[in-house]
């Protein structure tokens, strides 16, 4: 258990390190560069959050220090992209309890699930609500961002990633089919901000 604890606190430490890099590699540079030129100028809206994102979309169950899944639709990860009026929101759950939240306007939260026990049955708890609602999802090798009112979830598995998307309202309203699977995300949304200082 201790090995398993202290490989998943490295992969924490990695995962920050990557986000310290696309920080570093996104925000736009002062002044000149080391040629004397000026800097290109960036997107104003580059965000290191889409850069994480992708780690999950495109990762494997070895980036994370998991085993083999009993199948391979069996998720590993669940990615959901919440377009609501202040912004977009990912929520990631890994199954090794880690979770994330990214905002596309704003800042996240990172590796709450290696210090809080809560956080981490919440990620555990998403994967298995992906697992229950892979069938309801059908293969994709896009991860576009949602419109403004929907909801778009990605589940990665050794097969590949599978995706469904739904209304928000809907959702939380409990009237989709994938109202337990948006529960069990916003649930490590509840988590984050109950720890919180």
């Not at 979309?57 to 085993?67: S, V």
């Not at 977009?88 to 026990?117: F, L, M, N």
Request: charge should be positive; aromatic fraction near 6%.
């Amino acid at each position: 258990m201790k090995a398993a604890s202290i490989k998943s606190r490295w992969i924490t430490v990695a995962l920050c390190i990557v986000v310290i890099i696309l920080i570093v590699r996104l925000v736009p540079h002062r002044g000149r560069s080391e040629s004397g030129a000026p800097h290109a100028a960036r997107p104003s809206g580059a965000n290191p959050y889409l850069g994480l994102r992708s780690l999950v979309l495109e990762g494997k169950r070895a980036n994370f220090g998991l085993g083999p899944g009993s199948s391979p639709t069996q998720p590993f990860a669940i990615v959901s992209d919440w377009n609501d009026p202040e912004g977009t929101t990912t929520i990631i759950a890994i199954a090794d309890g880690s979770a994330s939240v990214y905002r596309g306007k704003g800042p996240g939260s990172i590796g709450g699930g290696q210090a809080h026990e809560s956080i981490r049955n919440a990620a555990l708890k998403a994967v298995e609500a992906a697992a229950a609602a892979q069938p309801l999802m059908h293969a994709t090798s896009e991860y576009p961002l949602p419109a403004r009112g929907l909801v778009s979830f990605y589940l990665v598995a050794d097969s590949g990633v599978f995706t469904a998307t739904a209304a928000r309202d809907d959702l939380l309203g409990g009237h989709s089919p994938l109202s337990p699977l948006a529960a069990a995300a916003q649930n490590i949304v509840s988590e984050y901000r109950r720890v919180a200082p």
